[in-house]
């Protein structure tokens, strides 16, 4: 079992910044890929970003390149999400994941954490 305990997120107006942590226990942080989701109100969950085991890998969903980052640091089984340059349409709760397998897809991964509300307003 791997659980995954989350901070960060609230309001913030639309062009600031928010971190998101993902603080993990339980198994080998190392041994499990990383990625954030986010859902909006009636929509459906999907994929924001995702980093490899390692971290050498990282990819997005086109609408957050160049503005939000995803990293971690294995030695405190904690991974991040920095949001910059934040629009009301990121507004959404986010939700971070663990999974063997480094993937987009949202079945592909078995822990999950409590998710947390990130608004941006206009």
């Known amino acids: 079992q791997v659980q995954l305990v989350q901070s960060g997120g609230g309001l913030v107006q639309a062009g600031g910044s928010l971190r998101l942590s993902c603080a993990t226990s339980?198994?080998?942080?190392?041994?499990?890929?990383m990625a954030w989701f986010r859902q909006a109100p009636g929509k459906e969950r999907e994929f924001v970003a995702g980093?490899?085991?390692?971290?050498?890998?990282?990819f997005y969903m086109d609408s957050v390149k160049g503005r939000f980052t995803i990293s971690r640091n294995n030695d405190e089984n904690t991974a991040y999400l920095q949001m910059n340059s934040l629009r009301p349409e990121d507004t959404a709760v986010y939700y971070c994941?663990?999974?063997?397998?480094?993937?987009?897809?949202?079945?592909?991964?078995?822990?999950w954490g409590q998710g947390t509300q990130v608004t941006v307003s206009s």
């Open positions: 339980g198994r080998t942080f190392s041994n499990y890929a």
């Open positions: 980093i490899s085991m390692s971290g050498a890998s990282t």
């Open positions: 994941a663990a999974s063997t397998l480094l993937s987009r897809r949202s079945q592909e991964y078995d822990y």
